[in-house]
């Protein structure tokens, strides 16, 4: 199963024009600070996404996968730890439960033990062994292509269901991490905190076809670029575009030192990424980088 590919970002000028010109929330740019249309705000959004696939045309899921089971079992681990540490975990824990009927089976100490390293392996243990029973007796050891369903799995919540649902079925949906939430606000595109309620916005001002690599381009970004503490602003592609420029290191050789992953030439979170990934592939968990 391999993700879906960048999809086209037009321009959608027609859809656009429709949109009420009303008062949304204030922009600071070079003429201080007015109010932003919402046209103004749906263009603007708009036109970061286009410049961010242009940065990031391999953007992708950062979880490696084979399987709808494996990217759902892949996310449940992924909470409160990096990308690169489950992908470290996952082929041990793969081979030895391939199918939901086999991890549904598995000694609870055991399964513990091989998801140790992604922390809180108990309660991730207990949601693995709880959506692999679920999907063994309703769902005939397959996993549905449904957020409905997805969410009645144990451990599986609406970010972890976009997440199989948009790279493993090709349904559009939108992944709000802490990545995505934090840069949203950054961009003032929303001043919502509560996850579903940020969903809901920023899924208003893009088309639904959109919704599965917006989310690939903004977490990429902000892994790389646009850090929490300390975004790289002088080495920022869409830094005059961005209401928060001058929040980071705004010096381009300073911040050119503050990119990570392949921008910054270190390796990436895959240890299998996409053929057109240009940066190096991790380490196996206990190698040598």
Not at 7 to 21: D, L, R, Y
Not at 23 to 48: C, D, F, N, Y
Not at 139 to 161: C, N, Q
Request: overall charge positive; aromatic content about 6%.
């Amino acid at each position: 199963m391999t993700a879906p590919r960048n999809s086209a970002v037009g321009e959608q000028e027609s859809a656009e024009s429709t949109e009420a010109a009303k008062p949304h929330k204030s922009v600071k740019g070079s003429k201080g600070t007015r109010p932003e249309s919402r046209l103004a705000l749906v263009r603007r959004a708009r036109r970061i996404n286009r410049e961010l696939a242009e940065v990031y045309p391999y953007a992708h899921p950062e979880l490696d996968f084979e399987s709808p089971f494996q990217l759902l079992v892949a996310t449940v681990l992924s909470a409160q730890t990096t990308d690169l540490r489950v992908n470290q975990t996952t082929p041990a824990l793969f081979a030895a439960y391939p199918a939901p009927e086999d991890m549904a089976a598995a000694d609870p100490e055991v399964l513990e033990q091989l998801i140790r390293p992604t922390g809180f392996f108990r309660a991730k243990a207990k949601s693995l062994l709880g959506l692999s029973a679920a999907l063994r007796d309703h769902f005939g050891g397959e996993v549905p292509g449904r957020l409905e369903d997805l969410v009645t799995l144990p451990g599986v919540g609406r970010k972890t269901a976009n997440v199989v649902l948009g790279n493993a079925f090709g349904v559009p949906g939108l992944t709000v991490d802490t990545h995505f939430g934090r840069l949203v606000r950054r961009w003032k595109w929303t001043a919502q905190e509560d996850p579903e309620k940020v969903e809901a916005e920023i899924a208003a001002l893009f088309p639904k076809s959109e919704w599965t690599m917006l989310s690939h381009r903004i977490i990429f970004h902000g892994r790389r670029v646009c850090h929490a503490r300390k975004p790289a602003c002088g080495a920022c592609p869409i830094a005059p575009l961005c209401p928060a420029y001058g929040e980071g290191e705004t010096d381009p050789d300073k911040a050119k030192k503050l990119l990570k992953y392949e921008l910054g030439g270190q390796p990436g979170q895959r240890l299998r990424p996409p053929s057109d990934y240009p940066g190096r592939p991790a380490a196996p968990l206990g190698a040598a980088e």
